[in-house]
């Protein structure tokens, strides 16, 4: 009909207040969605998957022919690039992957394997604004970030949970943070996934999430050091991700499950608290003048994660990383709930990557 306005959808309205990535490894799915997304994130099961899918076999055989004398993981990571390459002109910024898992307390391993990573960007002509590797957040290999930083390569510290890795991945240098805004057991159990009405306020994780915000705003006021740019992620819900605009972070990591709603979903500014949402900044960072919600506020105050909370945030004056991490070690280790839920991440992502490591093993050896 002539002159109907067509209903954006959510996916739409969110990705005006807060950057949308796709957390997902297949170009078409990518080029399906009604947005470009900024940036391709993923990790050690977004891999396997593209593995295991029948239309990557004859990338993996020629990739094994080539690299069968140089192992296993020389192998998976050119493949991981190469993944990545088919995607990246369908997103305009990043493309991120994942050290391995196996070593996240190896400091020397988590180097060499980032650096590996650089390199075949390189060989596949992906320059270095274009990629990031993903460092678990453990004191010893957030510890190696301030030299790849120095090297130009960008890191995003993973699976971080609390203030002190918060503030040991500003000290590292990186240039993003991911959050998991539910635990790893919750995908697997939903009956450990807080399913509230208004995620912003109701959700556990959005106080230690405002927190961090909170610090890095100071520190950028204080330092006026760039901190990193905080990319919430493990969304169950698209009202979980909707929630993301209000709360202020950077961006938003999306799941291909959550996606698919937002896109299927009719804007309605009424159906969720908070929408309203103020536009996202053109460039975003801790230079403009965003603050936390009037609503929220509150949050900067509590953690209903710990029962008997002493209101206490992480000193921002420790070195985390000196010493192969040791401090921030100490810090993750007094913290039930960033030891548990970073416990949880690296199984997950070391046992994915076993399943990896047996599939191209098999691959070398038919070639």
């Given at each position: 009909?002539?002159?109907?306005?067509?209903?954006?959808?959510?996916?739409?309205?969110?990705?005006?207040?807060?950057?949308?990535?796709?957390?997902?490894?297949?170009?078409?799915?990518?080029?399906?969605?009604?947005?470009t997304?900024?940036?391709?994130?993923?990790?050690?099961?977004?891999?396997?998957?593209?593995?295991?899918?029948?239309?990557?076999?004859?990338?993996?055989?020629?990739?094994?022919?080539?690299?069968?004398?140089?192992?296993?993981l020389?192998?998976?990571?050119?493949?991981?690039?190469?993944?990545?390459?088919?995607?990246?002109?369908?997103?305009?910024?990043?493309?991120?992957?994942?050290?391995?898992p196996?070593?996240?307390?190896?400091?020397?391993?988590?180097?060499?394997?980032?650096?590996?990573?650089?390199?075949?960007?390189?060989?596949?002509?992906?320059?270095?604004?274009?990629?990031?590797?993903?460092?678990?957040?453990?004191?010893?290999?957030?510890?190696?970030?301030?030299?790849?930083?120095?090297?130009?390569?960008?890191?995003?510290?993973?699976?971080?949970?609390?203030?002190?890795?918060?503030?040991?991945?500003?000290?590292?240098?990186?240039?993003?943070?991911?959050?998991?805004?539910?635990?790893?057991?919750?995908?697997?159990?939903?009956?450990?996934?807080?399913?509230?009405?208004?995620?912003?306020?109701?959700?556990?994780?959005?106080?230690?999430?405002?927190?961090?915000?909170?610090?890095?705003?100071?520190?950028?006021?204080?330092?006026?050091?760039?901190?990193?740019?905080?990319?919430?992620?493990?969304?169950?819900?698209?009202?979980?991700?909707?929630?993301?605009?209000?709360?202020?972070?950077?961006?938003?990591?999306?799941?291909?499950?959550?996606?698919?709603?937002?896109?299927?979903?009719?804007?309605?500014?009424?159906?969720l608290?908070?929408?309203?949402?103020?536009?996202?900044?053109?460039?975003?960072?801790?230079?403009?003048?965003?603050?936390?919600?009037?609503?929220?506020?509150?949050?900067?105050r509590?953690?209903?994660?710990v029962?008997?909370?002493?209101?206490?945030?992480?000193?921002?004056?420790?070195?985390?990383?000196?010493?192969?991490?040791?401090?921030?070690?100490?810090?993750?280790?007094?913290?039930?709930?960033?030891?548990?839920?970073?416990?949880?991440a690296?199984?997950?992502?070391?046992?994915?990557?076993?399943?990896?490591?047996?599939?191209?093993?098999?691959?070398?050896?038919?070639?």
């Amino acid at each position: 009909m002539v002159g109907a306005t067509i209903t954006p959808s959510w996916l739409e309205r969110l990705e005006e207040q807060v950057n949308v990535d796709v957390d997902w490894m297949d170009p078409a799915f990518i080029q399906s969605l009604p947005i470009t997304p900024h940036d391709m994130t993923s990790n050690q099961v977004h891999v396997h998957a593209q593995l295991e899918n029948p239309i990557n076999r004859e990338l993996i055989a020629k990739v094994a022919r080539e690299y069968k004398d140089r192992g296993w993981l020389a192998t998976y990571t050119r493949i991981a690039v190469l993944l990545c390459k088919r995607s990246i002109d369908y997103i305009s910024g990043r493309v991120l992957l994942q050290v391995s898992p196996s070593e996240a307390y190896n400091g020397e391993k988590v180097l060499e394997h980032a650096r590996l990573y650089a390199k075949e960007f390189e060989s596949a002509g992906i320059s270095k604004d274009r990629f990031c590797i993903k460092i678990p957040s453990t004191g010893p290999a957030l510890s190696v970030c301030p030299i790849l930083q120095a090297e130009g390569i960008q890191t995003l510290g993973t699976a971080c949970f609390s203030i002190a890795q918060a503030i040991a991945a500003s000290q590292a240098g990186c240039l993003f943070i991911s959050p998991y805004f539910n635990e790893i057991r919750a995908n697997l159990d939903l009956t450990l996934w807080p399913n509230v009405e208004d995620p912003a306020t109701q959700h556990p994780f959005s106080a230690r999430l405002i927190q961090m915000l909170e610090t890095y705003r100071r520190l950028y006021k204080e330092t006026g050091k760039q901190q990193p740019l905080i990319k919430n992620a493990n969304f169950i819900s698209a009202k979980e991700a909707l929630a993301q605009g209000e709360i202020g972070v950077h961006s938003a990591t999306v799941s291909k499950e959550v996606l698919e709603e937002l896109s299927k979903l009719p804007y309605n500014d009424t159906c969720l608290p908070g929408s309203g949402s103020a536009p996202k900044p053109q460039y975003p960072g801790y230079h403009n003048t965003m603050t936390t919600p009037k609503r929220l506020q509150y949050l900067a105050r509590i953690d209903p994660l710990v029962s008997d909370w002493d209101g206490k945030l992480a000193s921002t004056d420790i070195d985390y990383l000196g010493n192969n991490g040791a401090a921030l070690e100490d810090a993750i280790k007094a913290d039930p709930i960033a030891t548990a839920r970073l416990n949880d991440a690296l199984q997950l992502f070391v046992k994915v990557e076993n399943k990896s490591k047996v599939l191209i093993e098999k691959a070398i050896l038919e070639v």
